[in-house]
């Protein structure tokens, strides 16, 4: 018999998709497999099912006669993929459900700074199901109490300091466990599938894979995992970190092999950039607000600008970064996604599916870079303040004759009516002046402008300019000409500013938190699709391969300064200057 059941929903804005609706799920209890979902209020139903085979060689599962009979005939037959009949069985404990969260590569830096303790804000606030068990996997021996020691370390209440905080770390702590063994190992990933069995105590159990390892063992790991360790009859899913791939090829064949195990609605590939507050607020900025989505065309933007900045170099992580160069690790994921979500058409809804047809929409339209349309630039020693910088190549872990590019600028173009002819520029580098991280849409000049002659012959000084700034001291700040009080007419640039430090009294989330929570709901608006990964390949890796194989060498700048002189030379063919130049 199947016990169909609904579970309370959560204190967290943003219902689970999972627990706070009342859902009728069956599944194919070693496949797991969805055989039919349907919602029903608050009833609880039991039916059995039979299956029976077809004409054309699937298995139709066929409800019984119950004594609720209204609500059966609304549910649609359900598809098996096996041929014999299967019969569920669920005991009366499962009357509510449990997610296991396992942190595959659990001793790795990533795991200690960023997942604990995003998981450990969820629960304080209340986000997690009320049933949740967090496994740490990984090949170093560790006990479960090693692993809450060390997890412990990296834990904050920043979030409500008016609750007891270390109370609430001793609860969240007594839910993590540790289990040792190899990614490649079916073996340990069945020890853990018994572990992880025992916790959830034979409630309806969900299963949710953190992969915090280097791209050269995912499969493997997702290999042992979904043959090993999915859930029996709840649903199993893979967050799968950056990068991925190094170039189309690449890519393409890690989709592929992922998809030997999971469905793609299974796979979650993260970039955490897409949870930043600011980038979340782009849409309801524009799409929310009469007052932008008129201008946010071709006729009133005159350039858009995408700029990422670090004030430090590889720091020892050369080896890692010297195998994909800044434009893999920044460019080509974290910036052409927020510009995806820039220029994207209105969508039908907020559901993830029409957001990402959008994206698509735009990358597709994109045209592929050329090697004229990019500047690469790597940082050398310098010495300020009396401080001596190492260069890139200084790095002990970096190849002496090193040509990855620390810094890189392009110009990329949409070929739609909205955006034809309107520059969008990236810069990213490593090693800069400061650290941000901003947008900023700088508008056509006003025509036949009457205060011209205040501006003298420099009209950029006269143009409105829209800047979101992601990080730090996030911000929307609106630049305008204004007049300077007095009798004279002197003009000046106004700032109409939010910040939201000081406009919210609430600390803004990391990242992680939001993006691990969509992850547990279901909610894949802000993961990435295989045909939107596909997209974005296509426009990088033409260039990616031009730099290698012609061997260019990149331009050198100093350590702290604003990078190389070509990134100037590049905007100003398209008659644009760098907002954050001024």
Same mark, same amino acid.
């Given at each position: 018999?199947v016990?169909l059941y609904?579970?309370?929903?959560t204190?967290?804005?943003?219902?689970?998709?999972s627990y706070?609706?009342s859902?009728?799920?069956f599944y194919?209890?070693h496949?797991?497999?969805?055989?039919?979902?349907?919602k029903?209020?608050?009833?609880?139903i039991?039916l059995?099912?039979?299956?029976i085979?077809?004409? /054309? %060689?699937?298995v139709?599962?066929?409800?019984s006669? &119950?004594? $609720?009979e209204?609500?059966? +005939?609304?549910?649609? /037959? %359900?598809?098996?993929?096996?041929?014999q009949k299967h &019969?569920? $069985?669920?005991?009366s404990? +499962?009357?509510?459900?449990t997610?296991s969260?396992?942190?595959?590569g659990?001793?790795?830096?990533l795991?200690?700074?960023?997942?604990?303790?995003?998981?450990?804000?969820?629960?304080?606030?209340?986000?997690l199901?009320?049933?949740?068990?967090?496994?740490?996997y990984a090949?170093?021996?560790m006990?479960?109490?090693?692993?809450?020691?060390?997890?412990?370390?990296?834990?904050t209440c920043r979030?409500?300091?008016?609750?007891n905080?270390?109370?609430?770390?001793?609860?969240f702590?007594?839910r993590?466990f540790?289990?040792?063994?190899?990614?490649?190992?079916q073996?340990?990933?069945a020890e853990?599938?018994k572990?992880l069995?025992?916790?959830?105590a034979g409630?309806?159990?969900?299963?949710l894979?953190?992969l915090?390892i280097p791209?050269?063992?995912f499969?493997?790991?997702v290999?042992c995992a979904?043959?090993s360790?999915s859930?029996?009859h709840?649903?199993?899913?893979?967050i799968?970190e950056?990068p991925?791939?190094?170039?189309s090829?690449?890519?393409a064949?890690l989709t592929?092999?992922?998809?030997q195990?999971?469905k793609?609605?299974?796979i979650f590939?993260?970039?955490?950039?897409?949870?930043?507050?600011?980038?979340?607020n782009?849409?309801?900025l524009?799409?929310s607000?009469?007052i932008f989505?008129?201008?946010w065309s071709r006729?009133?933007i005159?350039?858009?600008?995408f700029i990422?900045s670090e004030d430090f170099?590889t720091?020892?992580?050369g080896?890692y970064?010297?195998h994909?160069?800044?434009?893999?690790?920044?460019?080509?994921?974290h910036l052409l996604?927020?510009?995806?979500?820039?220029?994207?058409e209105?969508?039908?809804?907020?559901?993830?599916?029409?957001i990402?047809?959008e994206k698509v929409?735009?990358?597709?339209?994109?045209?592929?870079?050329?090697?004229?349309?990019?500047?690469?630039?790597?940082?050398k020693s310098h010495t300020k303040?009396?401080?001596?910088?190492?260069?890139?190549?200084?790095?002990?872990?970096?190849?002496?004759?090193?040509?990855?590019p620390t810094f890189?600028?392009a110009?990329?173009?949409i070929d739609n009516a909205?955006?034809?002819?309107v520059p969008?520029?990236?810069?990213?580098g490593?090693a800069?002046?400061?650290r941000s991280?901003e947008?900023?849409v700088q508008?056509?000049?006003v025509?036949?402008n009457?205060y011209n002659k205040?501006?003298?012959?420099?009209l950029?000084?006269?143009?409105?300019?829209?800047?979101?700034?992601?990080?730090?001291?996030?911000?929307?700040?609106?630049?305008i000409?204004n007049?300077v009080p007095?009798?004279?007419?002197?003009?000046d640039r106004?700032?109409l500013?939010?910040?939201?430090?000081?406009r919210y009294?609430?600390?803004i989330?990391?990242?992680?938190?939001?993006?691990?929570l969509?992850a547990?709901e279901?909610?894949?608006?802000?993961f990435?699709?295989?045909?939107?990964?596909d997209a974005?390949?296509s426009?990088f890796?033409?260039?990616l391969?031009?730099?290698?194989?012609?061997?260019i060498v990149?331009?050198s700048y100093?350590?702290?300064?604003?990078g190389?002189i070509?990134?100037h030379?590049?905007?100003?063919?398209y008659?644009v200057?760098w907002?954050d130049?001024?």
């Open positions: 018999m016990t609904s579970s309370p929903s204190n967290c804005s943003g219902a689970f998709s706070s609706n859902s009728i799920g194919n209890y496949n797991n497999f969805p055989i039919s979902s349907r029903f209020g608050s009833h609880k039991s059995q099912i039979n299956a085979r077809m004409q /054309d %060689g699937a139709v599962a066929q409800p006669k &119950t004594q $609720d209204t609500p059966l +005939k609304k549910l649609k /037959d %359900g598809i098996l993929s096996k041929e &019969t569920f $069985d669920f005991d404990n +499962k009357d509510k459900s997610v969260i396992t942190v595959v659990a001793s790795g830096d795991a200690k700074k960023k997942i604990f303790p995003a998981l450990f804000a969820l629960y304080y606030e209340g986000c199901p009320e049933h949740f068990t967090i496994f740490g090949r170093s021996k006990t479960d109490d090693e692993l809450r020691n060390m997890v412990s370390k990296t834990l979030i409500d300091k008016r609750e905080c270390g109370e609430k770390m001793e609860q702590l007594e993590c540790y289990h040792s063994g190899q990614y490649d190992s073996e340990n990933f853990l599938d572990k069995k025992e916790h959830e409630r309806f159990s969900n299963r894979f953190y915090s791209p050269n063992i499969i493997n790991a290999r979904s043959l360790a859930s029996a709840g649903w199993t899913r893979v799968v950056k991925f791939g190094r170039d090829e690449s890519s064949a592929g092999a992922l998809k195990y999971l793609e609605d299974q590939r993260i970039d955490h950039y897409l949870g930043k507050e600011l980038v979340e782009l849409s309801v524009r799409f607000n009469l989505e008129p201008l006729q009133y005159r350039n858009v600008q990422f170099g720091e020892g992580r080896g970064f010297d994909y160069g800044i434009i893999r690790d920044i460019m080509q994921n996604q927020i510009l995806a979500l820039f220029a994207m209105t969508p039908v809804s907020l559901d993830a599916e029409d990402r047809n929409k735009v990358l597709r339209s994109m045209r592929p870079l050329q090697l004229d349309d990019v500047i690469v630039g790597q940082y303040g009396g401080v001596n910088y190492p260069g890139y190549t200084d790095d002990k872990t970096v190849p002496k004759d090193s040509l990855t890189a600028a110009a990329l173009f909205r955006w034809d002819g969008f520029l990236m810069k990213a490593k800069l002046h400061t991280a947008i900023r508008f056509r000049h025509p036949g009457l205040n501006f003298g012959s420099d950029d000084q006269a143009t409105n300019e829209l800047v979101i700034r992601v990080q730090p001291d996030e911000a929307i700040y609106l630049k000409n007049k007095g009798l004279g007419m002197r003009l106004s700032n500013n939010l910040l939201y430090s000081a009294s609430k600390e989330p990391d990242a992680y938190e939001r993006l691990l969509d547990i279901g909610e894949r608006r802000l990435i699709r295989s045909d939107e990964l974005a390949w426009l890796t033409p260039v391969k031009d730099l290698e194989h012609k061997k990149p331009e100093p350590y702290g300064s604003r190389p070509g990134a030379y590049l905007a100003a063919r008659k200057r907002g130049l001024a």
